[in-house]
């Protein structure tokens, strides 16, 4: 079976090429990828080559296929897995495997970070043996193929959801999760992770009173508020506010007012910028507990925080990298369910020939995520640019009119458009 796929063989060295891969063995699995989604952590990946903590041996030698947030269907299954699964099922992938190393402790190692036959960027791949072993290869049953790429960065959003605690005056228990009824604060969160994070806290069974996002850019602040509006997130019992930090003289004097001059039970913070944290620490009340969710590139990040209230108020700091497995289950099952709806993460469309060079440069192209059909060549093109395409091109006005019913979100009839007709790799 001959594959094509995007491999990484150094720093910002990637390479679409088309190679043989090997028979499976009875403890494998063949499949079929028909999309990913390209995470800013693949690109720390292409920046850093074999520096990454994933990479587990030379990529010049060995170059992995790259990429892990992606979905697909099984071609063949080998005799170990035969009960459980079958040729044509859907799945998903929890790239987390924290499979266990040969000194039996677990290791770091991923799909498209440390396997040359694995990687959501390729037509088809091997399913080595330590992905089922680790019940990472899940059941997929959403209607579309897409939603199961997004199905990882929300699972990292869940995750941050069930690592905040709070604890009782007299007891040391942590009671797990945001506050019930309570505020939450989702700092510099007009991006597509923070689209996601609105999404969960309206529509996930335990749910904040108040929801205040923030960002400094009015146009992310309207789309965000056109795709998760105030009326829509009053329906499930929250009151949702937008805010433009940026116009403030006093940020968090700001925030603070829009919760009756209290301080908050939560705070999440989407950026790595030393501001924004500082201003999250002085959002924090009693008992209040802080996400750092954003990933900074620079190991020694650092900033300015306040002890005294982590001793004397309780203040609580966790951080987030991902999330395991049963957040996955719960994203799949929650986007299967049609109780929440990603697709606001997805701002461009493209085939695998574009992943080189969007994965490289994905820190300065704006917008969400950019998602990949791994069999078509198509150019990476924005949502938003789809119309103006289709002025000359009839398969962009098609998609265009399509993406107009919905909000100029990406769709099924969207996706299932683009499979049709979209020449191949």
């Known amino acids: 079976m001959k594959t094509k796929a995007v491999r990484i063989y150094g720093t910002n060295d990637l390479r679409l090429e088309e190679f043989e891969l090997p028979r499976i063995g009875d403890d494998e699995i063949l499949a079929r990828v028909i999309s990913d989604s390209i995470c800013m952590s693949s690109h720390k990946l292409a920046m850093q080559g074999n520096k990454h903590k994933r990479v587990r041996q030379d990529l010049a030698a060995c170059p992995i296929i790259i990429g892990h947030e992606f979905c697909g269907e099984l071609v063949e299954v080998g005799a170990t897995w035969k009960s459980q699964f079958k040729a044509g099922d859907k799945f998903a992938i929890q790239p987390a495997l924290n499979a ?221 990298s991902g999330g395991n497995t049963d957040d996955l289950k719960e994203s799949i099952a929650m986007m299967a369910a049609k109780q929440i709806n990603p697709s606001a993460l997805v701002t461009h469309v493209g085939g695998l020939n574009t992943v080189p060079e969007t994965t490289i440069n994905l820190d300065k192209i704006p917008g969400g995520k950019k998602l990949i059909y791994t069999h078509k060549n198509l150019p990476l093109t924005a949502i938003a640019d789809f119309a103006e395409k289709g002025k000359t091109d009839p398969f962009w006005k098609t998609l265009a009119d399509i993406t107009a019913q919905s909000k100029q979100l990406w769709c099924k009839e969207a996706e299932d458009y683009l499979l049709k007709n979209a020449p191949g790799i």
Not at 244 to 273: H, I, W
Not at 279 to 296: E, R, S
Request: net charge negative; aromatic share 10%.
């Open 100 to 320: 266990p190393g040969e000194d039996g402790k677990a290791t770091l190692w991923s799909p498209g970070y440390s396997y040359q036959h694995i990687g959501g960027d390729a037509t088809y791949i091997i399913i080595p043996k330590e992905v089922m072993e680790m019940g990472c290869l899940l059941e997929y049953n959403a209607d579309s193929f897409y939603l199961g790429s997004l199905a990882e960065p929300i699972s990292c959003i869940v995750g941050a959801y069930h690592a905040q605690y709070h604890t009782r005056g007299g007891s040391y228990a942590h009671q797990m999760g945001i506050a019930e009824g309570g505020s939450l604060a989702l700092l510099a969160a007009a991006g597509p992770m923070g689209l996601g994070a609105i999404d969960y806290a309206v529509h996930n069974p335990r749910k904040p009173k108040l929801l205040v996002v923030t960002d400094i850019d009015d146009a992310r602040l309207r789309r965000a508020a056109s795709i998760f509006s105030p009326a829509e997130a009053a329906k499930f019992g929250v009151r949702l506010e937008y805010v433009n930090t940026g116009n403030m003289t006093d940020p968090a004097a700001g925030l603070r007012e829009l919760n009756g001059g209290k301080l908050y039970d939560d705070v999440f913070v989407f950026a790595p910028v030393k501001p924004v944290v500082e201003m999250g620490d002085k959002l924090l009340g009693g008992d209040g507990c802080l996400n750092f969710f954003a990933g900074p590139t620079d190991p020694a990040f650092s900033v300015t925080f306040n002890f005294y209230n982590v001793h004397y108020e309780s203040h609580h700091i966790v951080g987030t």
